[in-house]
């Protein structure tokens, strides 16, 4: 799954489901099971604590790197396995959009509509076929938000934002999915307004699935809060993975 080029692990629902071979397991209007190419906006945590090895409060917090660097740091684990996936031969026929969050200039209303996040930074419109490189450009721009000004980690804007690129994005014969790239503590800092409450995160992903049985699957990487993203994840009503995935150990953070 997207958890291909090391460094993930999964919460609930594992990577995107079936990538290898082009196809992903999807269910029909009638219910029936049915094989399609993968479409995926992926919504991926540039806040402050993807600088650290761990949690919120070990390591230095301006570890950022570039494609193909070995940083110990949250945030250089995931791109390089974005990337990698992105690139690789298991992704041929899916097709992704990206953004981050928190995004430049996020204000506390942002968190109540999801406005700003329910665009791609790449691409301009729809969705990028893979494999490609395009997203490398992105990825060693971007870094973690480690400024003094910093809202934190605003989930909900980017959930909200998740749902709504979603619902608006889907095409005919393809299987449209949301991926929340995250280490799992949603936080408000500086006085923006951001609900934390990790039940409240997971019921918005239930809302979207009920209204378009669109799935998203939440995605951490090691030093991640395993428990924090198997809850939001329960929403999302992607498929459940082992507690052990061939070559992950502890998916889960067992």
Aim: proline share 4%; with cysteine.
């Amino acid at each position: 799954g997207a958890s291909s080029g090391g460094g993930f692990g999964t919460a609930d629902g594992g990577g995107a489901d079936g990538s290898s071979g082009g196809t992903s397991g999807g269910t029909s209007s009638g219910g029936t099971n049915c094989l399609a190419p993968v479409d995926m906006f992926i919504m991926f945590d540039r806040s402050g604590s993807m600088a650290r090895d761990k949690g919120n409060g070990v390591g230095d917090a301006k570890l950022d790197c570039n494609i193909g660097q070995n940083v110990e740091s949250k945030w250089c684990r995931a791109i390089n396995a974005l990337s990698g996936y992105f690139k690789s031969a298991d992704s041929k026929d899916q097709a992704a959009a990206l953004q981050f969050f928190p995004r430049e200039g996020h204000k506390s209303a942002d968190c109540n509509t999801g406005d700003g996040y329910q665009t791609a930074v790449r691409p301009a419109t729809d969705y990028q076929t893979l494999p490609s490189d395009v997203f490398d450009a992105d990825l060693n721009a971007a870094k973690p938000d480690t400024g003094g000004g910093s809202p934190g980690t605003p989930t909900e804007g980017a959930i909200r934002g998740l749902t709504r690129f979603t619902d608006a994005n889907r095409r005919g014969g393809r299987v449209t999915i949301g991926i929340l790239l995250t280490d799992g503590d949603p936080t408000n800092t500086n006085n923006f307004d951001c609900n934390t409450k990790l039940a409240d995160l997971s019921a918005l992903l239930k809302a979207h699935h009920d209204a378009t049985q669109v799935r998203t699957y939440v995605i951490g990487m090691d030093g991640a809060s395993d428990d924090n993203l198997e809850t939001i994840a329960e929403g999302g009503d992607a498929p459940l993975h082992p507690n052990d995935m061939p070559g992950i150990g502890k998916s889960c953070g067992n």
